[in-house]
């Protein structure tokens, strides 16, 4: 079994920067991909940023500048730096990933439990 576990969530006043991280555990060959997505209430789930195994990033409009996705080295860990934050960032962030579990196996898409990101004005 692949288990994505955040942490890092929590209160800041605008301006102000967290990093949340994620680790993956279990049975796993490859992550293809790596991801931070976030929901705010009563809305859809969003794409925040995504890294390659190659190292490209691609982040939303809305973060750019801001927010940094990355990954530690020979670890399925990845992180999301974020600086200036703004009350609209607020929501539950979520962290997948695109992981195949053994040689043979295909590719399956995990997610995290959500971790909660409160920005105050």
């Known amino acids: 079994q692949v288990q994505l576990v955040e942490s890092g969530g929590g209160l800041v006043q605008a301006g102000g920067s967290l990093r949340l991280s994620c680790a993956a555990s279990?049975?796993?060959?490859?992550?293809?991909?790596m991801g931070w997505y976030r929901q705010a209430p009563g809305k859809q789930r969003e794409l925040v940023a995504v890294?390659?195994?190659?190292?490209?990033?691609r982040y939303a409009d809305s973060v750019k500048g801001r927010f940094t996705i990355s990954r530690a080295n020979a670890k399925n860990t990845w992180f999301l730096q974020m600086n200036s934050l703004k009350p609209e960032d607020s929501a539950a962030y979520y962290c997948n990933a695109l992981v195949k579990a053994t040689s043979s196996s295909g590719r399956f898409v995990y997610w995290g439990q959500g971790t909660q990101v409160t920005v105050s004005s």
């Open positions: 890294i390659s195994s190659g190292g490209d990033t």
């Open positions: 279990g049975i796993i060959f490859s992550i293809n991909t």
